[in-house]
């Protein structure tokens, strides 16, 4: 196993961690020097916050770890492609290398929908490298969603069935 599998599997044990607390699982780790610096998975919903992705939360915790908001030698490995607003702070914070597990067509900023990571007109630049274990990357979100949708098609159905139940004045 080469280094971006070894480090794309810490990711997943991140996206593993989200999931358990039925977060969609995405997860993140930063190394520098070979050493994973940080980590974390989402968590939108736990703290009903729309920036608590796993790559915002792993730069903020790789931020405080070295003292410093510039991570210029670290390499950011997340399951999914990053959005518009975690591709930014990449950015910002002057991360240097990329390396993400499955494609985002409906939102991924670094090759897929659009490529703010290599673009030149921006003062930095992160290398990327798209699909490092992409194919399980992309079944624990397929997975997931389906999981999702089946319990609220569930739950529809019992909500119908609690309502007609009342309308016909039968109890439970």
Known sequence: MN???????????????????????????????????????????????????????????ACKELGTWRLEDAILYVTLEPCPMCSGAI????????????????????????????????????EVTAGVLGEECGLMLSEFFRSLRERKKREKKERKQMELDKDTGIDS
């Open 91 to 126: 950015i910002l914070s002057r991360i240097k290398r990329v390396v993400f597990g499955a494609a985002d067509p409906k939102g991924g900023c670094a090759g897929t929908l659009m490529n703010l990571l290599e673009d030149e007109r921006f003062n930095h630049r992160s």
């Open 3 to 61: 280094n971006d599998e070894y480090f794309m599997r810490e990711a997943i044990k991140e996206a593993e961690k989200a999931l358990s607390l039925n977060e969609v699982p995405i997860g993140a780790v930063i190394v520098l020097g070979n050493r994973i610096i940080a980590q974390g998975h989402n968590l939108r919903e736990c703290e009903q916050n729309a920036i608590a992705h796993a790559e915002l939360l792993a730069i903020d915790r």
